[in-house]
């Protein structure tokens, strides 16, 4: 069975730092191509940024695209997305998503995902 477990949310202020983690079980983490994604409430989810098996390439969404940075360590089977100068329209729950055969930036593409972590920027 496979289980991906964010963790890492939280309450902050506009302008600070936050740095959230998946650690993926079930599945050979090595193998698979790892994203995050973002929901607002009352709004689509979003894809947020993507990361090859061998950390070879990254994507980001234009919105986030310098301010946050996705790592994975295969060793621990986990994946990170350190998120800095925060804003408030950054507020959502971010989701982490897994998927062997490739990634992209509609959630169709991803076949396993977390139950999700709130994020909330004050301004």
């Known amino acids: 069975q496979v289980r991906l477990v964010e963790s890492g949310g939280g309450l902050v202020q506009a302008g600070e730092s936050l740095r959230l983690s998946c650690t993926a079980s079930g599945l050979t983490f090595s193998s698979n191509f790892m994203g995050w994604f973002r929901q607002a409430p009352g709004k689509e989810r979003q894809f947020v940024a993507a990361i090859t098996w061998r950390s070879v390439s990254t994507y980001y969404a234009d919105s986030v695209r310098g301010r946050f940075t996705i790592s994975r360590d295969n060793a621990k089977n986990t994946v990170y997305l350190q998120m800095t100068t925060l804003k408030p329209e950054d507020t959502a729950v971010y989701y982490c998503?897994?998927?062997?055969?490739?990634w992209g930036k509609g959630p169709s593409s991803w076949n396993y995902w977390g139950q999700g972590t709130q994020v909330t920027v004050s301004s």
């Open positions: 998503a897994a998927d062997g055969r490739g």
